[in-house]
């Protein structure tokens, strides 16, 4: 069992920045790909980041490419995302998720077993 903890979450003007953590407990959280997933009112979630167990590989939706940094503290069992020139369609609920598998199954929401309770992520214009 893996338990995801997500915060940082805030009210933030177009063009500014915020950074999420995701502290996590539970089984070994430095063999674990994470994962970062969004879902905005009314629509499906969607893949934001993910980063492998050694934080040697991260990959990005396209459309945060350039603006969000996805990066891990193995020593404290924790998961970031950076996010700077947000816009006002960043506004979600983000989730972190924990353990898709396999690393090719990163961008899938279905593959990953653990989920956090998501924190919210508005940008006004």
């Known amino acids: 069992q893996v338990q995801l903890v997500e915060s940082g979450g805030g009210l933030v003007q177009d063009g500014g920045s915020l950074r999420l953590s995701c502290a996590a407990s539970g089984r070994t959280f430095g063999s674990l790909t994470m994962g970062w997933f969004r879902q905005a009112p009314g629509k499906e979630r969607e893949f934001v980041a993910a980063i492998n167990w050694s934080g040697g590989f991260t990959d990005y939706a396209d459309s945060v490419k350039g603006r969000f940094t996805i990066n891990r503290d193995n020593a404290k069992n924790t998961v970031y995302l950076q996010m700077n020139s947000l816009k006002p369609e960043d506004t979600a609920v983000y989730h972190c998720?924990?353990?898709?598998?396999?690393?090719?199954?990163?961008?899938?929401?279905?593959?990953?077993?653990?989920w956090g309770q998501g924190t919210q992520v508005t940008v006004s214009s």
């Open positions: 998720a924990a353990d898709p598998g396999s690393w090719g199954s990163r961008r899938s929401e279905k593959t990953y077993d653990y």
